[in-house]
């Protein structure tokens, strides 16, 4: 049984910075991406970032280009979303999720390519 729990979440002034974790148990970490997703209220899920499992690439959604930092610590079975310059639009709750094997596919922003998530983390951006 995989399971991945979320940690980090809180509330943080405007320009501010905060760390995400995403611990994962059970299943072989180091063998799938990681990725990170965010629901704002009212809105759909929508991607944040993703990492593969070697760590050598990410990619990003456009709108935390340069202010996001996904990494993964394999021997730690963690992954992290180091965010920085947080506005209140980056207010949502944050997934975490892992990859279905095969490695990162065109398709890596759409929820559908993960198979285990976790439940989730608020962040709130204050102005």
């Known amino acids: 049984q995989v399971q991945l729990v979320e940690s980090g979440g809180g509330v943080v002034q405007a320009g501010g910075s905060l760390r995400l974790s995403c611990a994962v148990t059970?299943?072989?970490?180091?063998?799938?991406?990681m990725g990170w997703f965010r629901q704002a209220p009212g809105k759909e899920r929508e991607f944040v970032a993703v990492i593969s499992w070697s760590g050598r690439t990410t990619y990003y959604t456009e709108s935390v280009k340069g202010r996001f930092t996904i990494s993964r610590d394999n021997a730690k079975n963690t992954a992290y979303l180091q965010m920085t310059s947080l506005n209140p639009e980056d207010t949502a709750v944050y997934y975490c999720?892992?990859?279905?094997?095969?490695?990162?596919?065109?398709?890596?922003?759409?929820?559908?390519?993960?198979?285990?998530w976790g439940q989730g983390t608020q962040v709130t951006v204050s102005s």
């Open positions: 059970g299943g072989t970490f180091s063998t799938y991406h």
């Open positions: 999720a892992q990859g279905r094997p095969g490695g990162i596919g065109a398709d890596y922003a759409t929820s559908s390519e993960y198979r285990y």
